[in-house]
């Protein structure tokens, strides 16, 4: 089993430092042409070989760590405007349903009354109770509509 190891990271070994840069020119008759060693003549150019992908598809490069932060933040964002909204609309429909609550309170009592400002309480007249449904009535088509 050892020897086994042994010949196992001795040839991992041997094998990154068998790798050799590739050059290209370009010779004198125009062809391109691959070599180890560069010309001593002529320009040449550096290639870099990459390893060949993986039997099903290539793998994604992980993400940066700025990348993954600013995802996180914006997940977040999205999330609070999502609270905020249901928030809000749960705030809506609360209203309506009180708005809804006195208009039906104005319409089936023709006889109502109120406590003013210095403590007494006065009977409203017909057409104020009126003017108040309108009013009501208003309220609900312009803040109701999607409720």
């Known amino acids: ?17 068998l790798a050799q840069p590739i050059y290209q020119w370009t010779d004198e008759r125009g062809r391109v042409q691959y070599g180890q060693l560069p010309p001593a003549d002529s320009q040449y150019r550096s290639i870099d070989i ?7 598809g290539q793998l994604r490069t992980p ?10 933040a914006e997940r977040q964002a999205v999330a609070e405007q999502r609270r905020t909204a249901r928030s809000e609309a749960e705030q809506r429909a609360a ?10 309170t104005l319409l089936d009592n023709p006889r109502l009354r109120r406590t003013n400002a210095a403590g007494e309480v006065e009977r409203i ?5 009126q ?9 609900i088509q312009g ?5």
């Not at 993400?63 to 996180?72: K, L, M, N, R």
């Not at 007249?125 to 109770?129: A, I, P, Q, S, T």
């Not at 003017?131 to 309220?139: H, N, P, V, Y």
Request: proline share 6%; aromatic share 4%; hydrophobic share 30%.
């Open 131 to 139: 003017r108040l449904i309108s009013t009501t009535r208003e309220d």
């Open 63 to 72: 993400a940066a760590p700025i990348e993954a932060e600013q995802a996180e």
């Open 50 to 56: 990459k390893a060949a992908p993986p039997p099903g």
């Open 125 to 129: 007249g017909e057409d104020e109770r």
């Open 95 to 104: 209203t309506c349903q009180t708005l809804r609550e006195q208009l039906q």
């Open 1 to 17: 089993m050892r020897k086994l190891f042994t010949a196992l990271t001795l040839s991992l070994l041997s094998c990154a430092s």
């Open 143 to 147: 803040y109701c509509q999607g409720s």
